[in-house]
């Protein structure tokens, strides 16, 4: 087994932030043959003031995350290779400026820039009432805002871990809280790994329910993509049994190509799909999405028990407006969360109990290897 060694950036249990700070593998992993860096910033000016941004590179791929926005990742770059999109959110929004019930209780957009944003933990979806309640003595959830509150929730406790010996394996650790007294006790452990040099990085979250009943549990990620990845004549691989349009109207030539991307249109309304995947025979699905030329790709793939089920977003506006598509493994679908309920995909979470992810992100920019993993899918 590895040795590691960590070092705290952020906590609430230790009234502890070291501020604006960089690390070195020659600090933390001396013998590591690959020379990596992470550093933390606090942004200033905006609605972006006060928050806290974590650049990890690994000598090949530069990630942010916000510990500020509940764990999220802004965006990650290879070359000219980017994951991410060009949000109409020009900054990354502390959520100290979002008051999730404006705007008929959709005001999440307006921090909505991430590459990845989770979405839930207690609900996700659109907004919606909801008298049901599951813990005895608590009040029902009443309103439901757009996709959850913990993207807009600070981690209280952010480390980063390094592996001192082969592989040499970088780890960023953030815990959030999503409590309340009469409500969740939620608290997530998101994990983001990366080997030096490598074309990739992991994603594990454990989920526990550290309330004394049970709790009701929705999760999505909502993985965005745009330029250069997006654009027209880009295509989504994927083992598909079964896809839906999530509204009706949709032309039906849109709903025979829902795996493939036009152009820019202003005015065009967005378009979602449910997919039902396919795993392979370790239980695992993979989507590939490719750009026209099929020289840049991004795959994710991931156990299908733990995240069973998947929506693509597809959002062909104006460039100004957000020209985007989000991959979304989740536990539910983002409907309402009655219909959830009642369908049967709402996750009840025992006292004590967890509920693990785990996402593999996999970067391409060669042609070969994106026909052969498009090939495998």
């Not at 994990?191 to 989920?207: A, M, R, Y």
């Not at 999405?289 to 790709?297: E, G, I, S, T, W």
Request: aromatic share 6%; charged share 20%; with cysteine.
């Amino acid at each position: 087994m590895a040795k590691t060694t960590s070092q705290t950036l952020i906590s609430t249990s230790r009234n502890l932030h070291l501020g604006d700070c960089s690390f070195t593998s020659a600090q933390l992993a001396p013998e590591c043959p690959t020379p990596w860096a992470v550093r933390m910033q606090r942004l200033h000016g905006g609605r972006q003031e006060g928050v806290d941004l974590i650049t990890i590179d690994n000598d090949l791929i530069q990630i942010r995350v916000c510990p500020t926005r509940g764990m999220g990742i802004i965006d990650a770059t290879m070359g000219g290779l980017r994951l991410g999109w060009d949000s109409p959110v020009k900054e990354i929004v502390h959520p100290a400026y979002i008051n999730l019930e404006s705007r008929g209780r959709t005001a999440w957009l307006e921090g909505f820039s991430e590459f990845l944003v989770r979405c839930g933990l207690e609900f996700l979806g659109p907004p919606c009432a909801d008298n049901h309640h599951l813990a005895a003595g608590e009040p029902p959830a009443g309103n439901i805002t757009l996709h959850g509150k913990i993207a807009n929730i600070p981690a209280s406790e952010v480390e980063i871990e390094v592996q001192t010996t082969a592989p040499y394996a970088i780890t960023l650790r953030g815990v959030v809280h999503e409590r309340q007294m009469y409500g969740p006790k939620y608290e997530l452990t998101a994990e983001l790994t990366l080997v030096p040099g490598k074309p990739s990085f992991n994603l594990t979250d454990t989920i526990r329910n550290a309330g004394g009943q049970p709790q009701e549990l929705c999760l999505l990620y909502h993985i965005n993509q745009g330029a250069p990845i997006l654009e027209p004549g880009s295509r989504l691989v994927a083992s598909v049994s079964e896809h839906a349009p999530r509204d009706d109207g949709y032309p039906e030539r849109d709903i025979a190509q829902y795996d493939r991307y036009a152009k820019p249109t202003p005015g065009s309304t967005e378009q979602v799909y449910f997919l039902e995947l396919e795993p392979d025979r370790h239980g695992s699905v993979t989507t590939l999405l490719h750009n026209k030329n099929r020289d840049m790709a991004l795959a994710l793939s991931w156990p299908k028990k733990q995240l069973p089920n998947f929506a693509l977003w597809k959002a062909q506006h104006d460039q100004r407006d957000g020209y985007v598509t989000g991959l979304e493994p989740c536990t539910c679908y983002p409907l309402p969360r009655p219909i959830e309920r009642g369908d049967g995909r709402v996750i009840e979470l025992k006292p004590g109990a967890s509920y693990k992810t785990q996402i593999e992100f996999e970067l391409f920019n060669d042609k070969q290897a994106i026909a052969k993993a498009a090939a495998r899918i």
